[in-house]
């Protein structure tokens, strides 16, 4: 899943935080005993490090203190394209949605793949 | 191991020790292996104060993996007197929420002592090894002047025997021997309530003698350290 | 008597200083814990109508007849009762429970409970060792935390800090010995002044957190109550205790430690449990712990002290900081004697007003915190200060989240969007009464926020997580549907009792699921104490074909300890008993129907964020049946439509015979349950449900 490597005007795009809050890309922190927040995100980083990929049997045996952050992939992929303006990181997910599996088992894969864009950009604005 | 003092005619086979050398646990590893190798036979001081057999059963803990419900010592009481009652139960389990784990619980159960104390100090018998239940120290309830000499020469703290000042007399683990209140057999050869219960698994029973002296022949490793219980995120270390 | 009753309640009027006794006898029908709560505040509280912390309001701390034994998963918890000061409109008379060792003590040293009266002209505290009860000074403990004042009286009750040998505690040598350290609760430093946040605390972190109880005592002039007991409750059938005991362990993790893998869904009940573990950072060094009895354990010690015994919300689950903050903002919320579910709903009401720049330095709430980095040690820390010691923000937060509101001028506005997420009654919205309906109707119906999980874990959590994973489920819908019906005396003839379809939400069956909830409740989990981390037991991976342990192991559990031979239906009428004198106290304080209205985001906004042109639903998934057939569905993004919550209503009111125009219990529901004197007292108040 190799992404191509960005040049420096686009890693400061995609590495920002989004303007409003209207861009913010909404997610939930759902805890079993708790219930469940609602939170949102305004930078693939900040979505990078939410995404916590993890087993069901882990989350289940931790019983009532069990906790799930979630976030609609097909959402994800839309507002990294239209908010964001990474289009082939967009297309990336866009394939990783179209497996059709639930969320759960699509979370490590768009992790790695927001961290290898989030490591490229990183790697980019680092040479100046 | 030093000391050993052999005289002539009036031991029985095996090894002799000193008083002092197995009160003081010398060595640790050695010593064990000294007791381990008498199990179920008798030995004798050089003093000759008196032979006694090792006991058929220890109870073992892992005091890191022990969660302080406490069920342990409400089994206890619930078995051997029909109440739940911590002052009447033969392990104790002392907690401090304010005190760092490991230190924040301590198990306290009675060892079995290869050469007891509370036995020793017994001025009617009433503390004896009851050579009908695997050698398992107890008190005979009946015999007992209440003179808690068994509570006071207990060298450890708590003192494994205990007094009940309800009934009267002294008393203390018997590896559930004598359970009026449970229809399970109990006692060296049986099961024993407080592991019964636990659902941590942190008591278990052996038939083997116990490394005596430090902790470590008694607090042992059950589990926690095993991948399972890291496993679960206690990083027990 | 050997029937799991010490057999006299303490009786402490604060006023006059006396110490009696009430016979356990007088109320043993109730049960023990809320059932006696109930029946003794219905008798001895002169008027249910005054301010929690009016002098005439009466605190009852009750064990029951399970406390202290065997009876796994509720043997640890005591129950707390009296006229709150959480609520809004008004404080209604309210319930909290904790867990530890305390009810056990309390049996141990011949007490079933604690009844306080009036208030003391001195600060005291209550010593409790056996049968010697007296008030103690409690001026140098006032303005002590939670942690140091229990500590301190320790040292009191024993003659110096424990030391691990056995105490005699009395004058003779057979007057009683312990090993153990007292069991305290204690308010927070100077509590009356967060009355409405104020909870009561037991050793690290079990407490009674919700309606202001560490208000409740420090308007009575009361710090703390400790109770050491070196006495013991004889149990009917001992041996029938054990058996049962280790038949519940085969529920559990705790009879299957070699058998971990049994079901596709994951491990549970686990002790203590990845979920708490993973509450602190990584690399503590933890072990599980439990309250007295129990086979779960769902708290942990560390080896950094903070945090121990605390759980699940009491980490700041909503904050979104990390675990290095989060433990020690738990260890400073325990100390302080904070409601840590208040602080639940506080941190995204602040951001709220943070991101709509309404609060900060020089704006409209002006505020120095520093709210630009809210999830920094010293945000949580000057936040919980500015609470307890009315600064800043905290003298207008130290009135309650909804009074502050109201000064703020935001009260209609936050609960139309639901920026103050107040779902009912004031209290912090914890389940989604728009999705998960027995639960937001519980609390609607009741006096606070339910905080029992019975369907929850079964009926959303597991099918979330299931669907989140694309995991075959454990058992289909219909299947969990079968088990639970059977489980639901007596409503066992219902086939839909857990249908959570848009239909399903508003129909009869829901009332009756709502009914057989509130009952359940009031009886085995709140009078005799079942916990709610154990217990209902519905569907259970051990379990054979899957089903769990309830409405068998309740009664086992009750008969072995009491002797006596009650059926789980039998419970669970007096759990409807139970029910209809709360409600009736709550009639008394001034309910009406019209009164009952969630708060307007739950008819006016759906359960999804409003962010514009990106669609978002949190998970929900819930068995629906729907077309004739059973399924797992996602039931987010629903709102309630106020036309058919009133309907819901009165199909309840008509379910629970009463009244369908107020919702106040018939003068023949109240005789059908032998209340026949409450129901008088409602008539002379004008106040008895019309036939």
């Known amino acids: 899943m190799a992404l191509k490597k960005v040049g420096r005007e686009e890693a400061l795009r995609f590495t920002r935080v989004v303007e409003s809050d209207e861009l913010r890309l909404p997610g939930s922190q759902i805890a079993a005993g708790a219930g469940g927040v609602f939170v949102t995100f305004g930078s693939l980083a900040e979505v990078e490090a939410f995404l916590v990929p993890t087993t069901p049997e882990e989350i289940l045996a931790s019983g009532m203190q069990g906790r799930l952050n979630h976030l609609d992939p097909p ?53 100046e | 191991m030093g000391d050993i003092d052999k005289t002539k005619g009036t031991e029985p086979e095996g090894k002799v020790v000193s008083r002092r050398e197995f009160v003081t646990g010398l060595g640790g590893v050695g010593l064990g292996a000294v007791i381990g190798g008498l199990l179920g036979q008798g030995f004798f001081t050089p003093d000759k104060v008196f032979a006694i057999p090792a006991s058929g059963g220890y109870l073992l803990v892992d005091t890191k993996k022990c969660a302080g419900c406490t069920s342990c010592m409400m089994a206890c009481s619930l078995v051997h007197h029909g109440q739940v009652n911590y002052s009447l139960s033969r392990i104790q389990i002392t907690q401090n929420s304010f005190a760092a784990f490991p230190n924040d619980i301590s198990m306290a159960m009675c060892r079995q002592c290869p050469f007891p104390a509370c036995v020793e100090v017994c001025p009617t018998g009433a503390c004896h090894v009851d050579t009908a239940n695997g050698n398992v120290r107890t008190v005979d309830e009946a015999k007992c002047i209440g003179c808690e000499r068994c509570v006071n020469a207990c060298p450890f703290t708590p003192s494994r025997a205990l007094w009940n000042g309800a009934d009267k007399h002294a008393q203390k683990c018997d590896l559930c021997a004598d359970t009026p209140f449970w229809n399970e057999k109990g006692g060296p050869g049986g099961k024993q309530a407080c592991a019964t219960v636990c659902a941590m698994k942190a008591i278990s029973f052996t038939k083997d003698v116990p490394v005596q002296g430090a902790d470590t022949g008694y607090n042992v490793d059950l589990g926690s350290t095993s991948k399972v219980w890291q496993g679960f995120g206690f990083n027990v270390g | 008597m ?56 009466v605190v009852t701390i009750m064990a029951g007849p399970l406390s202290g034994t065997l009876a796994s998963g509720a043997a640890g918890r005591t129950e707390v009762q009296g006229i709150g000061l959480q609520s809004m409109p008004r404080g209604w008379f309210t319930r909290s429970n904790f867990g530890g060792r305390f009810s056990t003590h309390l049996k141990y040293a011949g007490w079933d409970g604690i009844v306080i009266l009036g208030k003391s002209d001195k600060q005291v505290w209550l010593n409790i060792v056996d049968g010697k009860v007296t008030l103690e000074d409690a001026t140098s403990l006032w303005g002590l935390d939670t942690h140091a004042t229990q500590q301190k009286i320790w040292a009191s009750v024993l003659g110096a800090p424990p030391a691990g040998n056995w105490d005699t505690l009395g004058t003779t040598r057979d007057s009683g010995r312990s090993t153990q350290r007292p069991a305290v609760l204690s308010a927070g430093p100077n509590a009356e002044k967060f009355g409405p946040w104020a909870s009561l605390v037991h050793d690290g972190g079990n407490g009674a957190g919700q309606g202001g109880f560490g208000g409740v005592f420090a308007s009575k002039n009361l710090k703390a109550v400790s109770v050491l007991g070196t006495g013991g409750i004889e149990v009917a059938d001992p041996n029938a205790l054990m058996q049962a005991r280790t038949w519940l362990m085969g529920y559990a993790v705790a009879g299957n430690w070699d058998n971990q893998g049994k079901n596709v869904a994951g491990n549970w009940p686990l002790p203590a449990n990845p979920g708490t573990a993973s509450s602190f950072p990584k690399g503590t060094a933890l072990r599980p712990q439990g309250c007295a009895g129990c086979v779960r354990m769902c708290r942990c010690r560390s080896d950094k002290i903070m945090g121990n015994d605390s759980m699940c919300v009491d980490f700041f689950t909503t904050a979104g900081a990390t675990p290095e903050v989060n433990v020690v903002w738990t260890d400073l919320m325990q100390k302080l004697g904070l409601n840590a579910f208040n602080l639940v709903g506080l941190f995204p009401w602040l951001r709220g007003l943070v991101a709509e720049g309404a609060i900060g330095k020089g704006k409209a709430i002006d505020s120095s915190l520093p709210f630009e980095q809210m999830t920094s040690v010293a945000f949580g820390v000057d936040l919980m200060n500015s609470i307890v ?80 994973y694309g995991m075959t489920p454990l058992v289909t819908a219909q299947r969990m549907a079968e088990i639970m019906s059977k489980q639901m005396i007596p409503y066992s003839d219902e086939p839909n009792l ?71 239906a039998e419970g669970m009428e007096i759990g409807r008993k139970i029910w209809n004198l709360d409600r009736a106290v709550w009639i008394l304080q001034g309910r009406t129907r019209d009164m009952e209205v969630f708060s307007d985001y739950m008819y006016d906004v759906a359960a999804t964020a409003k962010t514009p042109g990106i669609p978002y639903e949190m998970p929900y998934t819930m068995p629906v049946f729907e077309n004739g057939a059973w399924s797992y569905k996602s039931v987010a993004g629903r709102k309630l439509d106020r036309q058919k919550v009133e309907d819901f209503k009165t199909l309840f009111f008509k379910l629970e015979g009463w009244d369908t125009k107020t919702g106040w219990p018939t003068r023949k529901t109240l005789e059908d349950l032998g209340l026949k004197n409450v129901a008088d007292k409602l008539q002379g108040a004008g106040k008895l449900g019309a036939a």
């Open chain 3, 2 to 57: 050997a029937n799991g009753y010490a057999g006299k309640i303490l009786k402490v009027d604060l006023t006059t200083k006396t110490i009696g006794e009430i016979p356990t006898s007088q109320y043993e029908q109730w049960g023990g814990g809320h059932g006696m709560g109930s029946a003794i505040f219905w008798d001895l509280c002169e008027d249910p109508t005054v301010d929690g912390t009016d002098p005439k309001n």
């Open chain 1, 75 to 127: 959402s994800l992929a839309m507002w990294v394209r239209d908010m964001i303006g990474d289009s082939e990181l967009a297309d990336a997910l866009d394939e990783v949605v179209a497996s059709g599996r639930a969320f759960g088992l699509l979370v490590p894969e768009m992790k790695e793949l927001l961290a290898e864009r989030l490591a490229q950009c990183e790697a980019v604005l680092a040479e």
């Open chain 3, 498 to 568: 857990i249908d959570y379809s848009d239909a399903g939400i508003y129909s009869e069956t829901m009332a009756k699921t709502t009914a057989w909830h509130r009952h359940y409740t009031r009886y085995y989990k709140q009078a005799l104490g079942f916990c709610d981390w154990n217990w209902a037991d519905f569907v259970n991976p051990y379990g054979p074909d899957f089903v769990g342990a309830t409405s068998i192991g309740e009664p086992k559990f009750f008969n072995a300890v009491t002797g006596k031979n009650q059926t789980f």
């Open chain 3, 389 to 468: 010691n009315q600064t800043d923000i905290g003298k207008d937060l130290a009135l309650g989240l909804w009074q502050c509101a109201q000064k703020w001028g935001r009260l209609d506005k936050d609960l139309a969007t639901g920026m103050l997420p107040l779902q009912e009654w004031g209290y912090v919205h914890h389940y989604d009464g728009r999705t998960e309906a027995e639960w937001g109707y519980g609390c609607l119906l009741g006096d606070r926020d339910i905080n029992e999980h019975d369907f929850n874990w079964i009926c959303y959590w597991t099918p979330t997580i299931w669907a989140a």
